[in-house]
């Protein structure tokens, strides 16, 4: 079974930056497509960026176009979130999965823990 730890999250200034992170155990998911998603306090878990297994190409939401940017590094087995000029409105709980492309939803149906990011207006 592969599991999924994300890490990176803190608190973070409006316009600040933050790198995530998400590693995984157990097996490999270098071939699969990865997805970032996130859920606010009072809010559904929505999609935010997404990376191919096959030729790392991605796809983000549009809230976050621009600002985010999604990669991985098959060396060590970890996909990376790299957010900029963060807003208030991105405080959420962050969360990695197996992505399922064409319907941006997890391909697993199960989350890890996820890492909490704070933006302070």
């Known amino acids: 079974q592969v599991q999924l730890v994300e890490s990176g999250g803190g608190l973070v200034q409006t316009g600040g930056s933050l790198r995530l992170s998400c590693a995984a155990s157990g097996r490999t998911f270098n071939n699969y497509n990865m997805g970032w998603f996130r859920q606010a306090p009072g809010k559904e878990r929505e999609f935010v960026a997404g990376?191919?297994?096959?030729?790392?190409?991605?796809a983000y939401a549009d809230f976050v176009k621009g600002r985010f940017t999604i990669s991985r590094d098959r060396a060590k087995d970890t996909v990376f979130l790299q957010m900029n000029s963060l807003k208030p409105e991105d405080t959420a709980t962050y969360y990695c999965?197996?992505?399922?492309?064409?319907?941006?939803?997890?391909?697993?149906?199960?989350w890890g823990q996820g890492t909490l990011v704070t933006v302070s207006s």
């Open positions: 999965g197996r992505l399922i492309w064409s319907t941006r939803t997890n391909r697993d149906g199960a």
């Open positions: 990376i191919s297994g096959t030729d790392s190409l991605t």
